[in-house]
């Protein structure tokens, strides 16, 4: 059996997907498919047998990538609700908060931790990519230069090498709704 997530590893989805595993007894094999749209096209071509995606968050709201995604051909058999903390990482301890320029994240994680982030940083450049796991790839790899941070989990973080600059960002308690999804 394959479940497809959607983000990276170390995402919070790939969190939630494993709870699901847990609480079902779901012998199971993960596939991180990125994005939501990925995560229902799997489904539908039966490439995966179950599917997870965030749907909302209590201060982001609606998780706009999953609500486009979603179709009438698919089930949501359960939910699961998470806390979330999210965590800014630099490439390496030499880097300090004056010295980046950009914060990039998932939408969602910017739009849970913007206040803290403005408090922190001042007039920081967001840019939105498609997963907070991702993006602590991005960094580790250099995609990302050195003028830049990301908001990602700690799993993330720590799984790619970077360096923990701040932790717990969100604005306040943040919990996020996953759904389990099958096709019709």
């Known amino acids: 059996m394959k479940i497809g997530f959607q983000g990276d590893w170390a995402s919070n989805s790939e969190i939630a997907a494993r709870q699901f595993i847990e609480t079902f007894d779901y012998g199971a094999e993960l596939v991180p498919l990125i994005s939501s749209k990925n995560v ?35 089930n949501k058999i359960a939910e699961i609700r998470m806390q979330i903390h999210h965590y ?27 206040t803290n982030l403005n408090k922190i940083f001042g007039n920081i450049n967001f840019v939105e990519i498609e997963d907070t796991a991702l993006g602590a790839k991005y960094l580790a790899n250099g995609t990302f230069n050195n003028e830049y941070a990301v908001v990602c989990g700690k799993q993330a973080g720590v799984l790619n090498g970077l360096h923990l600059l701040y932790a717990k960002v969100e604005d306040r308690d943040s919990v996020t709704t996953f759904g389990l999804y099958v096709k019709k």
């Not at 982001?60 to 995604?69: D, N, P, S, Y």
């Not at 908060?97 to 931790?113: G, P, R, V, Y």
């Open 88 to 114: 800014v990482f630099v490439k390496n301890k030499q880097i300090k908060a004056n010295d980046i320029k950009f914060i990039a994240s998932h939408e969602q994680a910017l739009k849970q931790s913007a």
């Open 40 to 74: 229902v096209r799997a489904l539908k071509n039966g490439e995966i047998d179950y599917g997870v995606m965030a749907i909302k968050n209590n201060i982001g709201g609606l998780v706009q990538e999953t609500k486009t995604a979603l179709t009438l051909d698919l």
